[in-house]
């Protein structure tokens, strides 16, 4: 099988190709437009692979889309490119009104000529999966509701919301024209190569140099975390074995409040790296409490049944396991976040810009 998949210079992207590399006798073509997010340094162990290639590409392109797709002739398409960073789409929602809108319905529309032309045989076993997430759902009432495949939409940021808008155009894709498409929402990802504006690998980093560490109100928000292979693992069961049309929510099973997250990760330091910065006796008092964020969900779990009873995938990792992983490679990968937090992992890459970018 040859995938398309879009945003595989990002978090989560970077982890399936990875795992489809290593794994499997498939081949991969990245389509990436490398903004801030997109570092193909976490790529590097695939990088050689005769069965990797890259297009550096953006996904509101028409022209390259279709000029990517006949030069591919891909089986399947997975689309995680996106803005994905909430702070930015509350200081910015341009770009992710662009990107996660604008961008998936350009994706949809060269998709479904590239779909509408190709042989009865690879037509009939074509997919298009789409990769999104639980925010969609909004916030969860009461400590026992989890999110099912059935829950209403409520998004609260302009994330969340261009993310529904953009789940909403894949199931009309497929209802309208016959598209066949996969839907995944999925929980919060941690895990190796997260970019350090995000919780846990800001919190390691940050605590090794005794910089504050932010934590949103009272840390009370809920998340369901689930360690990233784990993520690619159900992505790549979706998109081989997952039922055409159908939605698949994806978690790990581990609700943790935002300040146990944080707590965590200070005791995994003061085991793993005891020697501290000058004049700081415990990790945990670096925890430091900063005006919430507007509109910040409280909690959010999801019921991840369908997907284990249908599918047969389930987390290998639980969250004490994957933090601890999570942790030990920042400690050993020093050098790849010092490249992300200097920017240079951004001025040594590949030509000046993609194809067209507006
Ligand atoms: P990320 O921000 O790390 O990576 C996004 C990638 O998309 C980057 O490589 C970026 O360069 C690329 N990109 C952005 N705009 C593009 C454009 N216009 N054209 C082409 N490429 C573009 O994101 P992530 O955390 O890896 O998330 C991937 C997907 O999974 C997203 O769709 C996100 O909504 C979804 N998701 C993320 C999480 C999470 O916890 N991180 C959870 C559930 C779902």
Not at 13 to 40: C, P, Q
């Amino acid at each position: 099988m040859k995938l398309l998949i879009t945003g595989g210079a990002g978090f989560i992207g970077s982890a399936v190709i990875r795992h489809i590399i290593a794994n499997t006798r498939d081949e991969v073509v990245n389509l990436d437009k490398l903004t801030y997010a997109g570092n193909l340094e976490s790529l590097a162990e695939v990088s050689g692979s005769e069965r990797y290639s890259f297009e550096h590409v953006d996904i509101c392109n028409r022209a390259e889309l279709d000029r990517v797709l006949t030069q591919h002739q891909p089986d399947a398409i997975m689309h995680l490119a996106a803005e994905s960073h909430v702070d930015r789409s509350i200081d910015g929602p341009a770009d992710f009104i662009e990107t996660n809108i604008v961008g998936t319905y350009t994706l949809l529309e060269a998709v479904r000529q590239y779909w509408q032309a190709l042989e009865a045989q690879r037509r009939q076993n074509f997919c298009f999966h789409h990769i999104s997430t639980d925010e969609v759902y909004g916030d969860l009432d009461g400590p026992e509701n989890l999110f099912t495949e059935q829950t209403p939409y409520a998004p609260s940021s302009p994330y969340s919301a261009s993310k529904a808008s953009s789940d909403h155009l894949v199931r009309a894709w497929h209802r309208t024209y016959g598209l066949p498409v996969l839907v995944t929402n999925c929980s919060n990802n941690y895990g190796p190569y997260h970019f350090p504006e995000k919780l846990i690998p800001l919190v390691i980093l940050n605590a090794l140099e005794g910089k504050p560490l932010p934590v949103y109100g009272k840390g009370e928000q809920i998340r369901d975390w689930l360690y990233v292979e784990d993520h690619a693992v159900a992505l790549y069961t979706v998109v081989t074995d997952g039922k055409i049309g159908e939605t698949y929510n994806i978690g790990g099973h581990s609700e943790k409040r935002n300040i146990d997250v944080v707590q965590a990760i200070c005791s995994l330091l003061e085991e793993l790296v005891p020697e501290k910065v000058a004049g700081l006796a415990n990790y945990r008092d670096l925890i430091t409490f900063v005006t919430d964020r507007p509109g910040h969900d409280l909690r959010y779990a999801i019921d991840a049944g369908k997907i284990q009873k249908e599918l047969g995938w389930a987390p290998a990792e639980t969250f004490e396991s994957g933090l601890r992983k999570t942790v030990q490679w920042y400690l050993d990968n020093l050098e790849w976040c010092k490249r992300v937090q200097d920017g240079s992992y951004q001025r040594e890459r590949l030509g000046a810009g993609p194809a067209g970018v507006r």
